[in-house]
Each structure stands twice: as C-alpha cells, then as structure tokens.
C-alpha cells in the first residue's frame, strides 16, 4: 500500500467555479478526515466520516462545502462558486478505528488557487 | 480562539546538538497530543504522540514531554541532523473525536 493519495495535486481555477477534489485512503482505515491549510497556519479540521457516514463538520465549513463518501473508500470534497478566500491547500487524512489509536496518516494535499 | 500555539516560529540547531519544539494548549480536555513532521510539498508525517496520563514518550531520538499543570508539551530531539530541518506541528485531540487541533508550526533548521 503507498499511503493516502490526492488528487490533483493542484489546481488553478476561476473565481465563481466548482472544484472538486479525491482522496484515496490507505486501505483498511475505516476514518477519513479533511483538513485546510492556509500559510503560515497549521491544518484546520473541516470534516471526518467514519466509513460512509459524515460524524462531524466544522462550523468553518460554509454551505458550498460538501463531503462524501458514498462506498466507504475514496472521498470527494466539493466546493462551489469558489472565492479567493478558498485558496488554500486542502489535505486529506485516514486512520483506523481501534480505541487509543490517534494516529492519522496524511496524503501530500491538493493546493487550490482560486483567481 | 488558538487553543493550541506555537510561540516559537522558527528554531536553529547545529547539527549534533539537542533540538527543543515547544507547545502550549488551553484546553485542559485534552487528553492526546501528537507530533508531526511536515516537509515541503508532502503531507504532515507522524512523529510521535503522547496520551495525557503519561508525562514522558520515547522514541529513539525522539521525546516528548507533557507538563499538564502547565498545559505545556515539548519534542526533544537528540542529537538533531540535518534531515529534521522541516516544519514541525504539535497537535491536540480529545477523546472520543479523533479531530485534531493544531498548531501553527515551528520551522527547524539543523545547520551541518
């Protein structure tokens, strides 16, 4: 297994457009998280699903924000009518539902850049 | 409101000597912190972590101190090497949600 992957890894678009980003867990993990990250700010926690069902969203999240993941696996994270404000890099997280277990294993994010 | 900080935005370490990353946290309902280590272009990589009925974690170079009267965690690394330079977040978590709240970062720089 090669860990949790993203894609794109970037993305450039137009203010007033929908994005759309994947992220591939690493296999076995049940929990799936999304995280932003601005510069010079550590991630903020956006949302997390365990298996296909969405357990919390950050009151950040504004309403053109959406999450899923519909087979339990790979995630989409969707936001419409973009604004510059959005520009940010946007990782992706899994980890396994064991008690004590804490441990999330990052994939490489997808830096968005809203013009 | 940062419930989890990091005061010192950047540190310099010659290579060899100890490297000490320092925490603060606000939120005494905490009751796990973790280390990761961030290269750029790549996602954070977990280093080490530490639950709060502990006061001490090892992990070969690697330690991590948790002071809970004072709210203070610190990651001692010893002796540092040039491949440490990186940014290097704390992170907190409470139990039950898996959600962590992180800081905003320490860069490292390990001078050879």
């Known amino acids: 297994d090669t860990g949790v992957s993203q894609d794109p890894r970037h993305k450039i678009t137009k203010r007033g457009q929908n994005v759309t980003f994947r992220c591939d867990p690493i296999s076995e993990h049940n929990r799936l998280y999304w995280y932003r990250q601005t510069l010079g700010q550590g991630p903020e926690f956006l949302t997390y699903f365990q298996n296909e069902a969405q357990l919390e969203k950050s009151r950040l999240l504004s309403d053109r924000f959406s999450a899923e993941r519909p087979k339990g696996s790979f995630s989409t994270l969707e936001i419409q009518r973009t604004e510059q404000g959005d520009s940010a890099m946007y990782l992706c997280?899994?980890?396994?539902?064991?008690?004590?277990?804490?441990?999330?294993?990052f994939g490489p994010g997808t830096r968005l850049t809203v013009t | 409101d940062q419930q989890v900080k990091q005061n010192s935005p950047s540190l310099s370490v010659q290579e060899g000597r100890i490297s000490i990353l320092n925490c603060d946290y606000t939120n005494s309902m905490f009751d796990y912190f973790l280390w990761y280590k961030k290269y750029p272009a790549e996602g954070p990589t977990f280093l080490i972590s530490i639950s709060s009925i502990k006061d001490k974690n090892e992990d070969g170079r690697f330690t991590v101190f948790l002071n809970k009267s004072a709210k203070h965690l610190s990651l001692h690394i010893v002796p540092s090497q040039p491949g440490d330079s990186a940014v290097y977040f704390c992170a907190a978590a409470f139990g039950g949600t898996y959600k962590y709240i992180f800081g905003t970062g320490t860069r490292l720089k390990v001078l050879a």
């Open positions: 997280a899994s980890s396994i539902a064991l008690a004590g277990s804490y441990e999330q294993y």
